[in-house]
């Protein structure tokens, strides 16, 4: 299902359009997902002494424009307040697109000593650009939720390990999308003209949608250097008292997570939410015959939700006497809810559930006794298999490229490409030219840490130079 069927996304009740473009309305169960994700992240940062405060949405044109170069690149999406009520403001007031130049001026009068380092920042908000390319729910909005991690550190080292946070961020962004979306992803590290320009290096976590065969970040994680140090002269005396530059990281998260996760599960039928954030992880629906006793099985169903409730697991029931029990399957199933039970007189009689999965349709009749452990179980088997047949799509949808020849013909099967590359800007910018076509050029996704073996002169399947990775390409959102 492509993002694009928003009728499904609107039945979904995740969004709701809204009047103004680029901006939807985010529902409940788009924020039931964004949450449980959020208490997950929450737990990370507690246990890694990264602090929550809130910045203010307003940054002032001299400090938003303070720097050049970091704005040049982004200056037509930065939202500008000029007027409050009938009165002109006399500076125009920006809102924030990121909170670099929010944060930063602090930093530098927070910092004074080696002692007030590492200071670790979070903060959950939202942030607008006002993107003129096709706006998509969820995966390209005007404005959007994320949380941005700032840090700062005394030395290069720190910033760079385990200290700095910056891999292990990136690993529990590949956690949330692998465990918690059941999406794969590629941990990898950007190249030169794909990187924040910020960040002495940007990580990220690829993942690819082979219906459309486009390729999209999920999240980033940089390594920022001391260029924002200077930039808002962000200087601490270190342990011999010399006066020196913090060294800094920041990493970002999105909504985009909830479009990527849409994109990879959905199917002709609307959503298919993984269990561990369906906002509904199973719906109990009563199957009544005409003579059959309605009130029995009306009561087996309340029965059955409140057991599967009291053991943590988001069940609801829908007793509706206004729908018929197949009206409501695919109602449940559009909104994507993993896994139904129905009751009906022979199930009650021989008490007894029917299952049904929402990810492969499977239906087997489930004695009533032992039925929570055995809904657990099944909702565990439905996460590992949407996991792994996401997995396999994207696997499927891989080809690895030696020549150009070869590399044109899979962007046109919508393949995401790994290809040795020689790891030159210009040859990058090359292949966005030679490439761009109506979906738009093909470009470097991210070479994956993960790199395989490199034989000896193999050769840039662009440049023809001698390559030095394995670097993913594709077309990209
Ligand atoms: O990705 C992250 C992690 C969290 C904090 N921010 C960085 C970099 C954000 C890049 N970026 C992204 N978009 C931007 C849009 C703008 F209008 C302006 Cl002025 C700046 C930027 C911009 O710097
Ligand atoms: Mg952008």
């Known amino acids: 299902m492509k993002i694009s069927d928003n009728g499904i996304l609107r039945c979904g009740e995740m969004m709701a359009y809204y009047d103004i473009s680029g901006c939807y309305i985010l529902r ?9 994700m959020r208490t997950y992240f929450d737990a990370v940062l507690e246990k890694a002494e990264v602090d929550e405060n809130y910045f203010p949405l307003f940054v002032s044109a001299s400090v938003l424009e303070k720097e050049k170069d970091h704005v040049q690149g982004f200056a037509p999406e930065v939202a500008w307040v000029t007027k409050a009520g009938k009165s002109d403001l006399n500076v125009p007031i ?73 891999l292990e961020v990136l690993d529990h962004y590949r956690h949330l999308y692998e465990e918690y979306l059941a999406v794969p992803v590629v941990k990898g590290m950007k190249s030169e003209n794909e990187k924040f320009a910020g960040a002495r290096y940007t990580t990220s ?14 999240a980033t994680s940089h390594c920022l250097g001391t260029k924002f140090a200077k930039m808002f002269d962000i200087k601490f005396t270190n342990k011999e008292g010399k006066n ?53 099985i009306s009561k087996a169903c309340c029965a059955v939700k409140d057991a599967l409730r009291e053991a943590g697991i988001r069940a609801k029931e829908d007793l509706s006497d206004n729908y018929s029990p197949k009206w409501k399957y695919s109602h449940w199933e559009m909104k994507g809810v993993p896994l139904r039970i129905e009751i009906g007189p022979r199930d009650l009689a021989k008490n007894q559930v029917r ?46 490229v030696k020549t150009w020849d070869e590399f044109v013909e899979a962007l046109g099967q919508k393949k995401l490409i790994l290809a040795p590359w020689c790891d030159e800007a210009e040859v990058e910018m090359d292949v966005k030219r030679r490439t761009k076509d109506e979906v738009g050029a093909a470009k470097t996704l991210c070479s994956p840490f993960d790199q395989p073996e490199i034989p000896e002169g193999t050769l840039c399947f662009a440049s023809g130079k001698l390559a030095k990775k394995w670097t993913y390409w594709g077309k990209s959102y």
């Open 94 to 166: 920006a809102i924030r697109p990121t909170s670099e130049t929010v944060i930063y001026p602090y930093f530098s009068k927070w910092i004074k000593s080696h002692r007030d380092l590492p200071l670790k920042l979070n903060q959950w908000n939202n942030v607008v650009r006002w993107e003129f390319s096709k706006p998509t729910p969820f995966i390209r909005s005007r404005e959007f939720l994320w949380q941005e991690g700032h840090t700062a550190h005394a030395t290069e080292e720190d910033a760079d390990n385990e200290v700095g946070l910056v």
């Open 205 to 218: 976590v690829e993942a690819f949608i082979p219906e459309t065969g486009r390729g999209i970040q999920g």
């Open 244 to 296: 020196e530059l913090v060294w800094q990281n920041s990493w970002a998260y999105s909504t985009r997570t909830i479009g990527v996760m849409i994109m990879t599960h959905g199917d002709d039928k609307g959503l298919v939410n993984p269990p561990k954030v369906a906002p509904i992880q199973v719906i109990v629906i009563p199957v009544p015959f005409k003579d059959a006793d309605t009130k029995e």
């Open 355 to 400: 299952t049904v999965r929402r990810d492969n349709g499977v239906k087997a009749d489930v004695p009533r006794v032992g039925l929570v452990e055995h809904v657990k179980e099944l909702l565990g088997k439905i996460q590992q298999n949407m996991f792994d047949v996401a997995k396999q799509k994207r696997d499927d949808a891989c080809v690895v």
């Open 28 to 36: 409940p169960n788009a924020m039931k997902i964004w949450n449980i």
